[in-house]
């Protein structure tokens, strides 16, 4: 790291694979957007880059989540949340809602990764986070060796609204730390909705 450079080095940062998805918005032209088309209503679709196996991007996140590097999810939605702000979506959202880990596995990594990125995006884009919003009742185990079908089977019925009264009304901005199949976003999307909130719309740091 040269002086003044925190977390990411310039020349990393250059060749980070970034995303314009926030350019396009809600349109066709963006195809994180695409993914929920039939599947459930999301508002905006986000995701700050681009997950490549054996890439620098999956290398941050294993630092991230696996590494105890928790500020690196705060500065990495601090950028993301700047990068947004300046696209004039601060003003859509009313919360920030994290995905949420089992407890079992909360317990053994000692924080939530998707909490932290959270975080950054509500110190940049001043909307206030709520972390407890959502509940995860029943530890799915890794989601990384299964298919689509498996993995929305896997986190059907997972998710739960533990506050109501903290999304009734609100439009949300959920933030993860990767999407894959989008399984566990549609879970949680369907479990806001259907607890009152307004809308919803997904973030994630990286997307395959």
Same mark, same amino acid.
Request: include cysteine.
């Given at each position: ?7 990411i ?13 926030h ?7 963006n ?14 679709a ?35 949340g700047?990068? =947004?702000?300046?696209? $004039?979506?601060?003003? *859509?959202?009313?919360? %920030? ?5 089992? @407890?079992? !596995? ?32 029943i ?5 990384t060796?299964?298919?689509? =079908?498996?993995r929305? $089977?896997?986190?059907? *019925?997972?998710?739960? %609204? ?5 999304? @009734?009304? !609100? ?24 607890a009152?909130?307004?809308?919803v ?6 997307a395959?």
């Amino acid at each position: 790291m040269a002086r003044g450079e925190r977390y990411i080095c310039t020349g990393c940062n250059i060749k980070l694979p970034f995303t314009d998805y926030h350019v396009h918005g809600a349109t066709e032209l963006n195809p994180l957007q695409r993914r929920f088309w039939g599947k459930v209503q999301v508002r905006y679709a986000f995701s700050y880059l681009l997950f490549m196996p054996k890439g620098r991007v999956q290398r941050l996140l294993h630092k991230l989540k696996y590494k105890g590097a928790k500020e690196l999810g705060v500065h990495l939605g601090n950028r993301y949340g700047s990068l =947004l702000s300046d696209y $004039h979506y601060s003003g *859509q959202f009313d919360v %920030v809602v994290p995905v949420p880990l089992h @407890k079992y !596995k909360m317990r053994r990594r000692g924080y939530n990764q998707s909490e932290y990125f959270g975080r950054g995006l509500s110190e940049s884009m001043n909307v206030p986070l709520v972390a407890d919003a959502l509940f995860r009742a029943i530890d799915t185990g890794t989601q990384t060796r299964k298919n689509r =079908l498996d993995r929305w $089977h896997n986190v059907e *019925q997972v998710f739960q %609204v533990k506050h109501p009264e903290k999304v @009734k009304g !609100k439009r949300i901005l959920l933030a993860d730390d990767v999407m894959t199949t989008g399984a566990t976003l549609e879970a949680c999307t369907i479990a806001l909705l259907a607890a009152g909130a307004t809308e919803v719309s997904v973030v994630t740091i990286a997307a395959a």
